[in-house]
């Protein structure tokens, strides 16, 4: 195994060139982008080499900063995550992840098939000891003086018992403390209601270990949040399953959409005001740029060894970058190494209070 990555001194991240909806240019876009304001990242950039090492050329940034390992296969959208895992070796999405398995990136960033990412990457980099189900957190834009929360899991697995509820608290406290610094995270469970007694059998027995686990995991338990706490400051973590996560994402990402659509309808539809837009064109264009989800690409896998990024299948250069940034940030603060520790302790704590001896009363 490689013990250093390939670039000294510099944090590299390996990227899979292929398998996004805007193809290999856009990827070597949003790397140059990257690589002109950070001048501490370096690149493995998988795909086919006579491709990329064209588009490479043109940007004049990455000179020395990108090595390439070349790929024949792409993994489509399409192809199930069941026949990559089997017949993916070839392919720039298993050599993205090789490369972290191998030493020779921080971390990975693909804007391919979600499920094959996720598959190939337990499959590859496995689970951290003491996780039954990884997650997938994402950064979602709220009242929160740090401009986000971070919301889990969106679409890894679609169940979730109490006890991954617990784990994905955990690993969502973990990634805000590391990359939000927020020194002790404010937790919600999202549930149909704030009442103790509302929601599944499964969400209040996770409202019980979560609330157990707060004081020794270091985070401080707010109980349930509804759907409209997301994008609050009730909490910063929000927990939920990957099937309510996921419909949770993409209606908010419609949403965002009809709403622009809507606006520029607005401003269109008299003389005055398209004057008024113009008067507010400073105002509209901070608007945008704060819930332009490209500007927070990037979901992380929770719950492996080793730092991987989906970026969204139609990312362009800023959306790319975005992801890199963000895998590079992760990298810097040491949050898969502090991961694994915060999954290990409490694991052990779980371990320790299931041989205790019961309380008086219980």
């Given at each position: ?115 094959a990412l996720m598959a190939l990457s337990m499959m590859r980099l496995r689970k951290l000891p ?90 401080d338990f707010v109980g349930f949040v509804e759907g409209s706490d997301i994008p609050g400051d ?87 970058s975005a992801a890199v940034k963000l895998a590079f940030t992760l990298a810097q603060s040491g ?28």
């Amino acid at each position: 195994m490689t013990e250093q990555p390939t670039h000294t001194g510099r944090i590299t991240i390996s990227v899979d060139a292929m398998g996004g909806d805007s193809g290999p240019a856009a990827v070597v876009a949003g790397i140059a982008q990257s690589a002109s304001k950070n001048p501490d990242i370096a690149f493995v950039l998988h795909g086919p080499e006579q491709v990329l090492s064209k588009l490479v050329a043109k940007r004049r940034v990455l000179q020395g900063r990108v090595v390439f390992r070349d790929c024949p296969d792409v993994v489509t959208m399409e192809d199930k995550p069941s026949q990559v895992v089997r017949n993916g070796k070839q392919t720039s999405m298993w050599s993205t992840l090789e490369s972290v398995r191998q030493g020779e990136a921080h971390g990975a960033v693909s804007c391919g098939n979600t499920g094959a990412l996720m598959a190939l990457s337990m499959m590859r980099l496995r689970k951290l000891p003491g996780v039954n189900r990884p997650a997938i957190a994402i950064l979602w834009p709220s009242r929160n003086p740090q401009g986000f929360n971070v919301m889990l899991d969106v679409g890894a697995d679609v169940r979730a018992d109490a006890k991954d509820l617990l784990q994905y608290a955990l690993m969502g406290a973990s990634y805000a403390r590391n990359g939000m610094a927020l020194e002790r995270p404010r937790i919600g469970l999202l549930n149909v209601g704030t009442e103790e007694h509302k929601g599944r059998a499964e969400l209040k027995e996770a409202h019980a270990m979560i609330s157990d686990f707060a004081d020794r995991a270091s985070f401080d338990f707010v109980g349930f949040v509804e759907g409209s706490d997301i994008p609050g400051d009730k909490a910063d973590v929000i927990v939920t399953d990957g099937f309510t996560g996921n419909v949770a994402i993409k209606t908010g990402e419609g949403t965002a959409s009809l709403i622009g659509d809507l606006l520029r309808q607005a401003f269109k539809y008299s003389p005055l005001s398209r004057l008024a837009s113009v008067l507010a064109i400073t105002s509209l264009q901070r608007l945008k740029k704060r819930i332009d989800p490209r500007r927070v690409n990037g979901g992380v896998f929770l719950g492996l060894n080793g730092t991987v990024i989906k970026s969204h299948g139609g990312a362009d250069a800023t959306g790319v970058s975005a992801a890199v940034k963000l895998a590079f940030t992760l990298a810097q603060s040491g949050f898969a190494e502090k991961l694994a520790a915060r999954v290990a302790s409490t694991a052990e704590l779980a371990q320790d209070a299931a041989h205790a001896p019961p309380k008086a009363g219980e």
